[in-house]
């Protein structure tokens, strides 16, 4: 803890000798987190580790993830054990394991950088206007997010996509739907006791609008909050597009982890044993979202000292 | 410390209740059904408005093509479907409140009917598991807050968390090829051998056969459940151990092992049995890629199995029946909060 202390200490200095390029300090100490706590820092590099998949997908796998592939025979190429030619040997109909797996990579961080953002986001504003503003916006937003949270999780998201129909998207929709109400009351809570501080009161009295006073004043304090629940939700929105795509509702233009794991259990991979198979996506989804809880508990344990201990 | 950024452990606070304190307990248990009510009823009406504002006529099973628009007018009619939505709904209530969920497009039964028959495997399944997983959960939180700061303590708590952040349906996926496949200790699927026969669903539940089918689900999902009340327990250990009863049973030379068990660890159990009756409803939802994977007869494979050849009314019944279990157990856990905390019970501000 000590040296946490004196890291604060120095950090405001190299800023002040840097002044033309000053960030607010928050702003500042969200960037520069993951530096101080390991956790968080590893959570981190796997991000960015699944970042450089995503980004070189196509050098990392040049197969086609959806193309069948023949032997020299003629004969389609199914049920190969991993090899030299395919690092994880190929599915029940001689498609590439691993290049599945690595452009799975991309559709698991569109979905949970996009749900995560729009959480974020949606709660952030939400909190922050039923905070500040209190009364009947305050009991109206909150009894909504009631409801949401009355909702049973994946039943709803099932159901809601059985309507609106296989889209990736829509798996985006129902997470946001279900999970803005967590942030926002929290972010809320945190607001009632912020607009009591004096340098808001200072605000108000010089004149500041309630605008500036909320997104400048208020805002830039619950930022950490709101990338807490971001950090979360991204685990989250890829746990449900992979259950969602095991259960079949998964879209089918789509490669994702889900729907490998979907298309090995369907297709017996568990009785022939083909590890290489199911194993590898779990892991993938395993490491994402672990990444996710450490990320959130840095933050939590450099922004909100009280919840540590 | 790391439950706070745990989803689970954040739902579990969200939905406890907020400001007890300082008010009657009799007028605060009412204010809490009436919350947990409404919420239900909120539930009712987004499920009712989803499912009449979807594409297709509701009807989309039973009219077809060979019945002329008079026949067809009729069956509207028959059906209530003539009338405004606000009629509708009241109606639907209505039905809703005398156990009446209609006619399964698919089997021609009444869904509750049909429900009934699958909701006690859900129960079985989702209580044993929540069993397993909260007894063990409870000893080796609470062992691991007295072993703070040792190796063991460091790599168990990102372990955990890896358990709670792997998708349910792959950690049963596994265990199947392992367990059931590879080593055949159990059976791959279903919830009795084919050609087994009972004379009462209470006979067909207490046998060997039901129970080893039930091992490997409730294994998979008490490997899931565990890690909150054991990081709930850890936690909340590690906070009680320094409160002053804590401090004062030191003080009156009680033994470590007392101390822990007798003072620390009573304290620290209070939210994880909250959790608990929150875990039943929770789970109950989560129980649909469980089920599906092991083709449990529960009412999640059921709802999936309804959505997917959009048998409405079956899975607007299905989900109801969800909502409802989670309702009544958000309920109960509010119960049980106010109970057990004495700052809420004695009206105290808590």
Sequence with gaps: MAERAEERGVIPAQLAARRSWRLPPIVQ???????????????????????????????????????????????VAANMPPGAEY???????????????????????????????????????????????????????MRIADMALSLPFLPFVIVLIGFLGPDTSNVVLAVVLLLWPNSARVI???????????????????????????????????????????AIAIGWAIITEASVSFLGFGDPDNVSWGMMLQDAFASQALSRGQYAWFVPPGVCIILVVVAGFFISRGYEEVFMPRLRR | MAEAHDPSVADYRATSPEDGGGRAPMKLVLER?????????????????????????????????????????????????????????LIYLANLARGEMGLSFFQRRP????????????????????????????????????????????????????????????????LLALLSFKLGWFPSGGASSPGEAYTSNWQRIFSLDYLQHLALPVI?????????????????????????????????????????????????????????????????????????????????????????VHDYPLAQGAFLMIAAVLAVMNFVADLLYMTLDPRVSHGRAG
Excluded: C
């Design chain 1, 29 to 75: 100490r969200l960037l520069t987190m993951p530096l101080r706590d390991p956790f968080a820092f590893v959570g981190i590099v796997i991000y960015l580790l699944f970042l450089l998949v995503a980004v070189f997908a196509d050098r990392l796998a040049t197969t086609d993830p959806t193309e069948i592939l023949f032997l020299s025979t003629g004969k």
């Design chain 1, 87 to 141: 690092p994880l040997g190929t599915t029940n109909l001689g498609r590439d394991i691993y290049a599945q797996l690595v452009h799975g990579t991309e559709s698991a961080l569109a979905v949970g950088l996009s749900a995560a953002l729009i959480v974020a986001l949606v709660g952030t504003v939400v909190g922050l206007v039923a905070g500040y503003f209190g009364g009947w916006i305050d009991a109206l937003l």
């Design chain 2, 220 to 308: 998979t999902l008490a490997l899931y459940l565990q890690g909150l009340p054991l990081l709930l327990m850890r936690s909340n250990m590690l906070e009680v151990m320094h409160e002053e009863f804590v401090t004062m049973a030191r003080m009156k030379g009680l033994s470590e092992w007392r101390i822990v068990i007798g003072h620390a660890a009573r304290n620290a159990l209070l939210p994880v049995v909250t959790a608990f009756a929150l875990g039943v409803g929770l789970s109950m939802g989560g129980n649909v890629v469980i089920e599906t994977v092991f083709s449990w007869p529960g009412i999640g494979r059921m709802l999936v199995q309804a959505v997917s």
């Design chain 1, 188 to 230: 809320r809570s945190q607001v009632l006791s912020l607009r009591e501080r004096s340098y808001v009161e200072a605000a108000r009295v010089t004149g500041a609008s309630q605008a500036r006073i909320l997104f400048v004043h208020i805002a830039p304090n619950i930022l950490p909050l709101s990338f807490v629940y971001a």
């Design chain 2, 111 to 174: 869904v509750t009917g049909i429900l009934l028959e699958v909701l006690p495997n859900s129960l079985i399944l989702t209580l044993s598991s929540l069993i397993v997983a909260y007894v063990f959960g409870v000893l080796a939180g609470a062992w691991l807050a007295w072993k703070r700061g040792s190796w063991i303590e460091r790599a168990a708590v990102p372990v955990v968390l890896a358990t709670r952040a792997a998708p349910e349906f792959w950690i049963g996926m596994v």
């Design chain 2, 33 to 89: 059904f009436l919350h947990n009510t409404l919420a239900l009823l909120a539930v009712i009406t987004i499920l009712f408005f989803m499912f009449r504002l979807m594409p297709g006529s509701p009807l989309a099973a039973f009219i077809n093509d060979n019945l002329n628009e008079d026949q067809q007018k009729a069956m509207l009619q028959q059906f209530g479907l003539d009338r405004p939505m606000w009629q509708q709904y």
